[in-house]
């Protein structure tokens, strides 16, 4: 992946949006989106293995099946994928980025709106997958920290704001 241009949005609040660079907010989103994927893929993997791990027993995997049955994580548009491995691996990727940044509460005004994740925040992925919150609160919360409001609105417009 090419590094995403030095390129700074902004939007004043109330003044709309038709100055801004929606292909760069696209980018940005798109690499944060993929740095997370190797964060949880490459360092929590082997930081905690029995947690993070590709492993049928670990947490996140255990956790990613708890969300599937009960409709919170919908992965049917993954079928495409034929190398039960690989499918099972993005899977995994795809939900440890849900279940972080829904855990740092960017979903609501940052993240993509998607069918395939029916979580919305903290408060709500603790109701709906309480193992899911332990896990971040074991792990992840005391090794890292969202990134924080001020940075997310020198980087672009929320989602509310896109749309104005």
Same mark, same amino acid.
């Given at each position: 992946?090419?590094?995403?241009p030095?390129?700074?949005i902004?939007a004043?609040?109330?003044h709309?949006t038709e100055n801004?660079?929606h292909?760069a &907010?696209?980018r940005?989103k798109?690499?944060?989106?993929?740095?997370?994927?190797?964060v949880?893929d490459?360092?929590?993997? $082997?930081? $905690?293995p029995?947690?993070w791990?590709f @492993?049928p027993? @670990?947490t996140?995997v255990?956790?990613?099946?708890?969300a599937v049955?009960?409709?919170?994580?919908? &992965?049917s548009?993954?079928?495409? &994928?034929?190398d039960?491995?690989?499918?099972?691996?993005?899977l995994?990727q795809?939900?440890? $980025?849900?279940? &972080?940044t829904?855990?740092?509460?960017l979903q609501?005004? $940052?993240g993509?709106r998607?069918?395939?994740?029916?979580?919305?925040?903290?408060?709500?992925?603790?109701?709906?997958l309480?193992e899911?919150?332990?896990?971040?609160v074991?792990?992840?919360?005391r090794i890292m920290?969202?990134p @924080?409001?001020?940075?997310?609105?020198e980087?672009?417009?929320?989602?509310?704001e896109?749309?104005?």
């Amino acid at each position: 992946m090419s590094p995403v241009p030095n390129v700074r949005i902004v939007a004043s609040p109330g003044h709309g949006t038709e100055n801004v660079d929606h292909a760069a &907010i696209d980018r940005l989103k798109q690499t944060s989106r993929g740095t997370s994927h190797d964060v949880s893929d490459i360092g929590l993997h $082997y930081a $905690y293995p029995d947690e993070w791990g590709f @492993s049928p027993d @670990s947490t996140i995997v255990q956790g990613m099946r708890d969300a599937v049955d009960n409709g919170y994580y919908v &992965i049917s548009q993954y079928s495409d &994928i034929d190398d039960l491995q690989t499918r099972e691996r993005v899977l995994v990727q795809e939900f440890a $980025y849900w279940v &972080i940044t829904t855990a740092w509460d960017l979903q609501e005004d $940052y993240g993509p709106r998607e069918v395939e994740w029916q979580v919305t925040d903290r408060d709500d992925l603790r109701a709906k997958l309480p193992e899911m919150d332990a896990l971040m609160v074991r792990t992840v919360d005391r090794i890292m920290v969202a990134p @924080s409001r001020a940075t997310l609105e020198e980087i672009g417009p929320t989602r509310a704001e896109e749309s104005d």
